[in-house]
């Protein structure tokens, strides 16, 4: 059973728009629900995380949307870059001892 | 500082041979976790653990075992490799006591088993 339901598979973003990558969880005790950011060969990088308690994190072009009674978050990349490109990952934990991963959305920004 | 080192980055395995994916870290973290990751499959548990001389299992720990004699060790073992062991592993650390739960991740061991 998914834990954490991530979509789109992919994505295809004009360069200065917006992506918006959304996922869902069923677990309401998860309390902490990071982003991560993979590029090819390469391991997930930590992108921005939120807490239940809040309803937006914003850091520079990245902000995380969080709706608590509907159990969903979202990314949403503004000013998108081809640089972006990559394949996200959403995630949910209680405590941090384990995580659970959605199944991720490529993303490729267009010139 | 190095962050969490994998090796081998590449491997090659024929059916029913065995192999331990190494992983190790510098920044004294406590807690150290095993993923694979499958194609549109997000990544997996496989085991974790909370420090030296304490594992747990995850999500998919079949087939797999590991060990932590020591913080900045956490060595993967396949044994009797199968082809649904084909996967990108992935290990990853963080630290204990922080607000913060993110992980570091190393950059990967891709096995395929023939």
């Given at each position: 059973q998914q834990q954490v339901k991530q979509s789109p598979q992919s994505l295809i973003v004009q360069k200065g728009g917006i992506s918006i990558i959304n996922c869902a969880y069923e677990?309401?005790?998860?309390d902490y629900f990071p982003w991560y950011q993979q590029f090819p060969g390469k391991g997930p990088a930590l992108l921005i995380a939120i807490r239940p308690d809040v309803s937006e994190k914003k850091e520079g072009r990245f902000t995380i949307s969080f709706n608590k009674s509907a159990k969903q978050f979202s990314l949403h990349i503004m000013d998108?870059?081809?640089?972006?490109s990559a394949t996200y990952f959403c995630a949910a934990s209680r405590t941090g001892n384990q995580f659970y991963f959605g199944t991720g959305t490529s993303l490729t920004v267009i010139p | 500082n190095a962050g969490v080192t994998q090796t081998p980055k590449f491997r090659i395995l024929k059916i029913g041979q065995s192999m331990t994916l190494q992983c190790a870290q510098?920044?004294?973290?406590n807690y150290m976790y095993w993923y694979r990751q499958d194609p549109g499959m997000g990544l997996k548990l496989i085991y974790y653990s909370v420090g030296a001389g304490i594992t747990d299992k995850g999500e998919v720990p079949n087939g797999y075992n590991v060990s932590r004699s020591t913080t900045e060790d956490f060595p993967l073992r396949l044994e009797?490799?199968?082809?649904?062991?084909t996967s990108v592993y992935f290990c990853a650390s963080r630290k204990t006591g922080e607000a913060n739960y993110g992980y570091t991740f190393g950059s990967g061991t891709r096995l395929t088993v023939v």
């Open positions: 677990n309401t005790a998860f998108s870059q081809p640089g972006d | 510098d920044m004294n973290h009797l490799a199968a082809p649904s062991q």
